[in-house]
């Protein structure tokens, strides 16, 4: 909770959701602010620049550029709400799962992840909706169920480090069950990373959505999404060349305000995290005194933000002790 | 190669380890003066005026609670101060060289060779995938120019010197195969790899077990008898210090509160704090006892109560104590040095009147 | 006055091989602890007091032996048992690092009620009534209950550790290693709070350190552990003042002291020579490092031995237990210069 409000403290934060704000808003209402029917033709008024009754001019069929911007950012946004979803579904709850349902679970859960984590996004997205139809949802779902992996190892890894760390044992000392371990000390620890996940999952899935729709994949014509619009608008570069900036700057706006967002939270959670690395580091920077190598873990991640990289630290120093006690 | 003049005619025959007795001439090795260092990107004075010098041969141990300045000052000694710290006024000198001067080359120079250094977590001073040994040749060959086959005799002879069993086969050994004393041993042998003038060693022995921990307190104060080695020992314990220091500076909040001769200091403190420091520490006796502690908190980092800094702590307070902004280091007797406008009149009880003489 | 803790001949073990040969943490260790008592357990790295104290809390894989607590028997408890015994909140278990046991994300309230919490007890006042007891009962000022535990000191989160031990009302509180992150002064203070605490709330205090002065001031008696078996135990100042055992004589000799009186004898209870070719071999576990094993030693484990002391009861696990203190009556070979040498050959 610490990390978002440290996130909300920077500017590029606030700006980056206030974008995000506003394409929500579209996302919702972009059909009733729509100034015109996203579908009405017109062949009087063809390829028009911005002006008069058209205020961004009109498309190649005489519809209103601007209100198919507007009604095609539901669309467009939905199907990636809708991977990210299924993503976050099948790679969190797993994720989270695999520290206690044992080895076996385990296993198979880390090869499954393996083997999704080879497959191409888009190639993959096609081939599912080649086989199960072409609809936006069997894109998405095809999306999302790649993009899980993601969520999978992230959480994992976060939460790795963390179930034996002592206050989590000290809960389980007091006869704390499983979900309220999970609730009280390792969901909070393990947000803000899904948080950052999230935002760029979203972003990748943005961008996916547009290639499909731009391939002409999930969306069945006349429907506008951003997408479909720049690849309509490629074929009149002749007539309009300014055209495909519209929903191409929509989807660069987009994206790189979840990133820059990803970035603030990934930031924050460092800033927080950087007061269990400073005596490492300090033992870092005097390891230069003693003229010996300084074991790469302790001197770059000293203050690395990543949980995980906690983690092998930790699994060294019980093989330390380990070892101390067999040779001392 | 270093190119100082101390260099060339200092270092012969030190390396041999049967020869070399300690030098008569009590030259300084290491001399501080009127130091100042600030941290957190200069706002805030954490270590103020510290002056001391540590001759040859001999040995010194800083000693106060964490955030006293001990450490700080250590690591300006050895150029390895945190981020954000800086030296913002005083000089060291390291036997003639202006240490505050030095750049990042000048540190190189001195640092493995002049100056050793061994701390508190010696694995994370190890490479883990090589051995020990190829870890304490390699500094020897590219430092002195040791030839392969010579390189690996010294450095088992190092081994061997730090009290490991078997040194021809440690030196095959890799980092995790052995103990945590057997390497801050591996450790102490790096730090006088290069024949040092001075060997630095921040809380050396904290995270070792007692027996292990005495241990490499004797393989520091044998080297020294035997290589007239000077050390800097900074340590949060006391007890540890009188075992190994001849003499001892006491820090709190950021200053020399005492400085004198171990003995002297252990019996007859002039400074309240090392009073205290004293009724706390372990005495030895294993009797039951009401354990005694120091009322109160040392003032925050950085924050400068003006006069005696101990003052708001000390039994023996008095107006006079606070009167002045700040106090000065005074003589207290032949190589002594308190902090305390009372040491006069104060007659403050040590550890072992009785061994005095001891 | 019964003994609310009893370990008897405890033996524990890791991994797959465990109970089947493997080799054994913990072997054999018997010990106890009164109401209102507070027992030391100091050992080495690595000698196994910290898997003793986990093993009464469920939480070392015990293959052999009896653990009792306050007359019920906790050995080898599990799922449902083990979960409603440590709801009972009997035993507290105190970690080594106060600022790693603390969720850095609670506040001091949240983590000292979390044991009320976790069972449910009492309602929200109640809760926040108790830890407000619990709180000023080691000493700490109420308010810092809306804190974070970064923003408080070392020898503060130690006590909220130990707040959060005590809003349970135990029986029976281990500590382990709880001051030796903390300075001199810090650490007698945190001292002086378990002695008062074994007063006020008569429970038994099991103490774990490697550091003989913290146990000297406060524990009644003291058990010493090494490589897993337990050396000696009995009254601290009689174990500590005349060893019984060459372990614990090195132990008492080695520990720094601010009087420079003992440095010759610890350089006499290290053996100097390489360890003999048989150390690993059953035997005593010291044999390697003992300066008085011989061909017996080597042969039979030492087995802990009641020994009538004067009023004391003792044990000890040594063969020679009593006459190798006359080896050392022996006449020094020639002084060292300096101090003795370590473990040079």
Same mark, same amino acid.
């Given at each position: ?23 929500a ?9 729509a ?13 028009r ?39 976050m ?18 296993w ?115 429907a ?96 330390g ?8 | ?12 025959g ?27 990107g ?29 450490t700080l ?16 006024a ?8 202006d240490?505050?001067a ?8 001195? %640092? /493995?060779?002049? *100056?050793?250094? =061994?701390?508190? #977590?010696? $694995? ?7 051995t &020990? ?53 591996v ?38 008898a035997? %290589? /007239?080695?000077? *050390?800097?020992? =900074?340590?949060? #314990?006391? $007890? ?7 003499? &001892? ?6 200053e ?31 009797q039951?006892?009401e354990?005694?502690?120091i ?64 | ?13 890791f ?16 010990l106890?602890?009164?109401?209102g ?12 007091k ?62 000292v ?12 006042a ?220």
């Amino acid at each position: 909770m610490r990390t978002f409000r440290l996130t909300w403290r920077l500017p590029i934060a606030r700006a980056a959701l206030t974008v995000l704000a506003a394409v929500a808003v579209l996302a919702l209402f972009g059909h009733q602010l729509a100034p015109q029917d996203p579908l009405a033709q017109d062949s009087a008024h063809i390829l028009r620049g911005p002006g008069g009754a058209h205020l961004l001019g009109t498309d190649y069929l005489g519809r209103d550029v601007l209100s198919r911007l507007l009604a095609g950012t539901g669309l467009t946004v939905a199907g990636a709400l809708e991977a990210v979803g299924a993503a976050m579904a099948l790679g969190i709850v797993p994720g989270l799962a695999s520290l206690w349902l044992g080895r076996f679970f385990e296993w198979s859960a880390l090869r499954a992840v393996d083997a999704l984590m080879t497959m191409p996004f888009t190639l993959f997205a096609i081939a599912a909706v080649g086989v199960l139809g072409n609809g936006l949802h069997q894109a998405m779902l095809a999306l999302g169920v790649l993009l899980s992996p993601l969520f999978f190892r992230v959480t994992r890894a976060a939460a790795l480090g963390l179930r034996q760390a002592p206050y989590v044992e000290a809960a389980e000392l007091m006869g704390a069950s499983r979900s309220r371990v999970l609730r009280t000390h390792i969901w909070s620890k393990v947000l803000p990373t899904v948080a950052v996940t999230t935002a760029q999952a979203l972003a990748t899935s943005l961008l996916t959505v547009a290639s499909l729709t731009f391939l002409g994949l999930g969306v069945q014509p006349p429907a506008p999404t951003w997408g479909g619009m720049l690849a309509t608008d490629l074929g009149y570069l002749g007539q309009q060349p300014w055209a495909p900036v519209l929903p191409g700057a929509l989807i660069m706006l987009t994206v790189g305000a979840l990133h820059l967002l990803a970035d603030a939270v990934r930031d924050s959670g460092g800033a927080s995290a950087g007061f269990a690395g400073a005596p490492e580091g300090g033992t870092a920077a005097a390891a230069a005194a003693t003229g010996t190598t300084v074991r790469p873990a302790a001197a770059a991640d000293a203050g690395a933000a990543d949980p995980a990289t906690a983690e092998p630290t930790a699994v060294q120093d019980r093989e330390g002790r380990t070892n101390a006690r067999i040779s001392a | 190669m270093p190119a100082s003049p101390r260099d060339t005619d200092g270092a012969p025959g030190r390396g041999d380890l049967t020869a070399a007795p300690p030098s008569a001439a009590r030259e300084d090795v290491l001399a501080v003066d009127g130091l100042h260092i600030t941290v957190s990107g200069g706002r805030t004075e954490a270590v103020r005026d510290v002056s001391f010098t540590v001759r040859a041969g001999e040995s010194v141990g800083l000693v106060g609670e964490s955030g006293s300045g001990k450490t700080l000052t250590c690591r300006s000694v050895l150029g390895v101060l945190p981020p954000g710290c800086s030296v913002s006024a005083g000089a060291a000198t390291l036997a003639g060289t202006d240490l505050t001067a030095l750049d990042r080359r000048g540190w190189e120079r001195l %640092r /493995g060779v002049r *100056l050793g250094a =061994v701390f508190q #977590d010696p $694995a994370s001073y190890l490479n883990p995938s090589l051995t &020990v040994g190829r870890q304490l040749a390699e500094p020897l060959r590219v430092r002195k120019g040791l030839s392969r086959a010579d390189a690996h005799r010294r450095a088992v002879e190092l081994l061997g010197a730090v009290g490991l069993h078997e040194p021809a086969e440690v030196y095959h050994r890799y980092p995790f195969e052995l103990s945590g004393g057997m390497l801050q041993r591996v450790l102490i042998a790096t730090a006088i790899a290069g024949d040092p003038d001075l060997l630095v060693a921040d809380e050396a022995t904290t995270a070792l077990d007692t027996v292990v921990q005495a241990e490499v307190l004797d393989v520091l104060a044998r080297l020294r008898a035997e %290589r /007239g080695l000077a *050390l800097l020992l =900074v340590s949060h #314990d006391l $007890a540890v210090v009188a075992e190994v220091c001849d003499r &001892v500076l006491v820090f709190y909040a950021g200053e020399i509160v005492e400085d004198g001769p171990t003995e002297q200091v252990l019996a007859a403190p002039a400074h309240p704090y090392t009073e205290a420091l004293l009724r706390v520490a372990s005495i030895g006796d294993w009797q039951r006892r009401e354990l005694a502690v120091i009322p109160g908190r040392p003032p925050e980092a950085g924050a400068a109560p003006p006069g005696c800094r101990f003052a708001p702590r000390c039994a023996h307070a008095a107006a006079a104590c606070t009167a002045t902004p700040t106090l000065a280091l005074t003589d207290a007797g032949p190589g002594r040095r308190t902090r305390c406008v009372r040491a006069a009149e104060l007659d403050l009880t040590g550890a072992a009147p009785q061994e005095v003489t001891a | 006055m019964t003994d609310l803790l009893r370990v008897e001949e405890l033996a524990v073990a890791f991994g797959r091989r465990a109970g089947r040969g493997g080799a054994r943490v913990l072997d054999g260790v018997s010990l106890h602890a009164r109401a209102g008592e507070i027992l030391g357990v100091i050992g080495e790295t690595g000698s196994g007091k910290t898997t003793l104290a986990r093993a009464v809390v469920g939480l070392s894989p015990v293959v052999g032996g009896r653990i009792t607590v306050d007359g019920a028997d906790v050995t080898g408890l599990r799922g449902r048992a083990l979960r409603d015994f440590r709801r009972s909140g009997r035993v507290q278990y105190l970690f080594q690092d106060p600022l790693r046991s603390l969720d850095p994300d609670l506040t001091v309230g949240e983590s000292v009620a979390e044991p009320l919490a976790v069972t449910g007890t009492g309602s929200r006042a109640e809760r926040a009534a108790r830890v407000a007891e619990a709180l000023h009962r080691v000493g700490l000022d109420e308010g810092l209950a809306d804190r974070l535990p970064g923003r408080l000191s070392g020898g503060q989160r130690q006590r909220v550790a130990i707040a959060r031990a005590v809003v349970t009302r135990p029986r029976l509180l281990l500590a382990d290693e709880p001051v030796s992150a903390l300075d001199a002064s810090n650490r007698n203070h945190v001292l002086r709070l378990f002695d008062r605490l074994r007063h006020e709330l008569d429970v038994a205090v099991v103490v774990i350190s490697h550091d003989l002065s913290s146990l000297a001031g406060i524990a009644d008696r003291i058990a010493v552990l090494y490589r897993g078996r337990l050396v000696e135990q009995g009254p601290t100042a009689d174990v500590l003042a005349r060893p019984l055992h060459p372990y614990t004589a090195l132990l008492t000799a080695s520990a720094p002291s601010v009087r420079r009186e003992n440095a010759v004898v610890a350089g006499r209870l290290r053996r100097v020579a390489a360890p003999p070719p048989w150390a690993a071999a059953g035997g005593c576990v010291f044999a390697a490092r003992c300066p008085f094993a011989d061909e017996h030693c080597r042969e039979a484990p030492a087995r802990q031995d009641r020994l009538a002391d004067g009023a004391a009861a003792r044990e000890v696990a040594c063969h020679h237990a009593g006459t190798w203190q006359r080896q050392l009556s022996v006449p020094a070979p020639p002084p060292a210069p300096v101090r003795t040498p370590a473990a040079t050959r």
